[in-house]
């Protein structure tokens, strides 16, 4: 039986989009653990729509589509398609699992929650005829044993960050506009270290990124899994928490294992906002004080802003700006707060009736879908465009990658590569939400 699987590609947005030269960026693992855990009598097909088109005139037995809030539209049509052509269609992922009853208008089935507890019984229930229109994980699956993705269904050569891993799910915190809690659950799981080091020495590439969400969520464990990593010789980056630098060892042993870049969300220099986010144990006025030990341990950071909170107005684009030029911040990445379905942020911006638009294909955190507080929909649209193009000017892309000689090439690579999505974005007065235009 044929089992095909597909990621669609994202219309709009800055992110997640093929280069030049036909990549795709970061692998992402979903899809290829679904194929892992699929039984052997299943030929699996993996098919990234961002690189290769979809052969409508194929004929899997079953299709399974998953998608970011952002993809959801894309994911809809390749599922109506499908459906069109007489195949059956299984949904899943963080999207459908907030709004199952919605992708169910374009699936046979869907999977809410993570799928490694009910996938080998849909499957089953598929073959016998008897598929549920709902599969709801009761619980979350444990980390041990976890299936290696099948990274042997993907194509290489069309990946710019090939080999990716997960060593942690979820966050121990709990931030209002974050999906990640809402999907994975409040407890912070971790995987045995030798199984994550075994995964590593598998692929025998040197460079990986750590897709967890915050690989540093658990101090001990952390220090553990860096600690293991030193031998091997490789260079990695992830995201992980500004908590880190109040732990030396912890910054020592992220640098000693290869960890070369953390993106780390500091989100607001306002602690009002900060507080209202429920992200209080980030502080604003600690900030200056941790990207200092960061840089000094050898750690490049990517700051993440987000702009359109209640307590931003009109200035915080400059505010932010300054800060990140007076920090030498090696990059940043900025987004317009976005209610992403199933999100607290979601509930509270809906109740409060600021929602104004649902093309989930905006929700790509580059276009304003609420109305914002302290300034109009056309004034954080436009200070958004600013500060990423000011932010990516040659003179600011010296001032701060010059900041020290270790690491200069990197920072300099990393930068160029956000300058050319920043030259993409309109210039104030110009055609402004203009996505289409990258
Ligand atoms: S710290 Fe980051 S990953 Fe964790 S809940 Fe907050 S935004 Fe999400």
Same mark, same amino acid.
């Given at each position: 039986m044929k089992l095909l699987l597909i990621l669609p590609k994202s219309e709009?947005?800055? /992110?997640g989009k093929v280069s030049k030269s036909g990549k795709a960026g970061f692998v992402r693992l979903n899809l290829p653990t679904i194929a892992a855990l699929t039984p052997n009598e299943w030929d699996v097909e993996i098919l990234d729509n961002r690189v290769r088109p979809v052969d409508y005139a194929a004929k899997p037995d079953l299709v399974g589509v998953t998608g970011f809030t952002s993809e959801i539209p894309s994911a809809y049509e390749i599922a109506d398609n499908w459906r069109r052509a007489g195949v059956t269609v299984v949904m899943g992922g963080v999207h459908v699992s907030a709004m199952p009853d919605e992708a169910l208008a374009h699936a046979d089935s869907v999977v809410i929650g993570e799928a490694e507890l009910v996938w080998a019984g849909l499957l089953d229930d598929f073959k016998r005829g008897e598929l549920k229109k709902k599969y709801k994980a009761d619980r979350l699956c444990g980390m041990e044993g976890m299936v290696i993705p099948r990274?042997?269904?993907?194509?290489?050569?069309?990946?710019?960050?090939f080999y990716t891993m997960q060593a942690t799910r979820g966050c121990p915190f709990n931030c209002d506009y974050c999906a990640v809690t809402a999907f994975f659950g409040k407890e912070f799981r971790v995987r045995p270290v030798a199984d994550v080091i075994d995964e590593i020495k598998g692929f025998g590439a040197k460079e990986f990124f750590f897709m967890d969400d915050n690989i540093v969520g658990r101090a001990k464990y952390a220090k553990e899994l860096f600690t293991e990593l030193i031998p091997l010789k490789v260079t990695w980056g992830s995201q992980a928490s500004v908590t880190m630098a109040k732990d030396p060892e912890l910054l020592r042993l992220y640098a000693a294992s290869g960890g070369k870049y953390a993106f780390i969300g500091?989100?607001?220099?306002s602690q009002k906002n900060l507080d209202r986010m429920h992200k209080? /144990?980030?502080?604003a006025k600690g900030f200056k004080e941790a990207i200092e030990k960061i840089h000094d341990a050898g750690i490049n950071i990517i700051g993440s802003f987000v702009f359109g909170?209640?307590?931003?107005?009109?200035?915080v684009f400059k505010t932010t700006l300054d800060f990140i030029m007076e920090t030498k911040l090696d990059a940043a990445q900025f987004h317009i707060l976005t209610p992403l379905p199933g999100t607290v942020t979601y509930g509270v911006l809906e109740k409060e009736g600021r929602i104004i638009d649902r093309d989930w294909a905006k929700y790509h955190t580059g276009e304003v879908v609420f109305q914002p507080k302290g300034m109009t929909v056309e004034e954080l649209q436009a200070g958004y465009h600013w500060i990423f193009r000011e932010t990516y000017t040659i003179g600011s892309i010296l001032k701060r990658s010059?900041?020290?000689?270790?690491?200069l090439i990197y920072r300099i690579a990393a930068n160029l590569s956000y300058r050319k999505k920043a030259l993409k974005m309109p210039k104030a007065g110009g055609n402004q939400g203009s996505p289409d235009l990258l």
């Amino acid at each position: 039986m044929k089992l095909l699987l597909i990621l669609p590609k994202s219309e709009r947005g800055y /992110w997640g989009k093929v280069s030049k030269s036909g990549k795709a960026g970061f692998v992402r693992l979903n899809l290829p653990t679904i194929a892992a855990l699929t039984p052997n009598e299943w030929d699996v097909e993996i098919l990234d729509n961002r690189v290769r088109p979809v052969d409508y005139a194929a004929k899997p037995d079953l299709v399974g589509v998953t998608g970011f809030t952002s993809e959801i539209p894309s994911a809809y049509e390749i599922a109506d398609n499908w459906r069109r052509a007489g195949v059956t269609v299984v949904m899943g992922g963080v999207h459908v699992s907030a709004m199952p009853d919605e992708a169910l208008a374009h699936a046979d089935s869907v999977v809410i929650g993570e799928a490694e507890l009910v996938w080998a019984g849909l499957l089953d229930d598929f073959k016998r005829g008897e598929l549920k229109k709902k599969y709801k994980a009761d619980r979350l699956c444990g980390m041990e044993g976890m299936v290696i993705p099948r990274r042997d269904l993907l194509d290489r050569p069309m990946f710019s960050g090939f080999y990716t891993m997960q060593a942690t799910r979820g966050c121990p915190f709990n931030c209002d506009y974050c999906a990640v809690t809402a999907f994975f659950g409040k407890e912070f799981r971790v995987r045995p270290v030798a199984d994550v080091i075994d995964e590593i020495k598998g692929f025998g590439a040197k460079e990986f990124f750590f897709m967890d969400d915050n690989i540093v969520g658990r101090a001990k464990y952390a220090k553990e899994l860096f600690t293991e990593l030193i031998p091997l010789k490789v260079t990695w980056g992830s995201q992980a928490s500004v908590t880190m630098a109040k732990d030396p060892e912890l910054l020592r042993l992220y640098a000693a294992s290869g960890g070369k870049y953390a993106f780390i969300g500091l989100e607001s220099l306002s602690q009002k906002n900060l507080d209202r986010m429920h992200k209080s /144990w980030n502080s604003a006025k600690g900030f200056k004080e941790a990207i200092e030990k960061i840089h000094d341990a050898g750690i490049n950071i990517i700051g993440s802003f987000v702009f359109g909170l209640d307590d931003d107005d009109p200035t915080v684009f400059k505010t932010t700006l300054d800060f990140i030029m007076e920090t030498k911040l090696d990059a940043a990445q900025f987004h317009i707060l976005t209610p992403l379905p199933g999100t607290v942020t979601y509930g509270v911006l809906e109740k409060e009736g600021r929602i104004i638009d649902r093309d989930w294909a905006k929700y790509h955190t580059g276009e304003v879908v609420f109305q914002p507080k302290g300034m109009t929909v056309e004034e954080l649209q436009a200070g958004y465009h600013w500060i990423f193009r000011e932010t990516y000017t040659i003179g600011s892309i010296l001032k701060r990658s010059l900041r020290s000689r270790r690491g200069l090439i990197y920072r300099i690579a990393a930068n160029l590569s956000y300058r050319k999505k920043a030259l993409k974005m309109p210039k104030a007065g110009g055609n402004q939400g203009s996505p289409d235009l990258l």
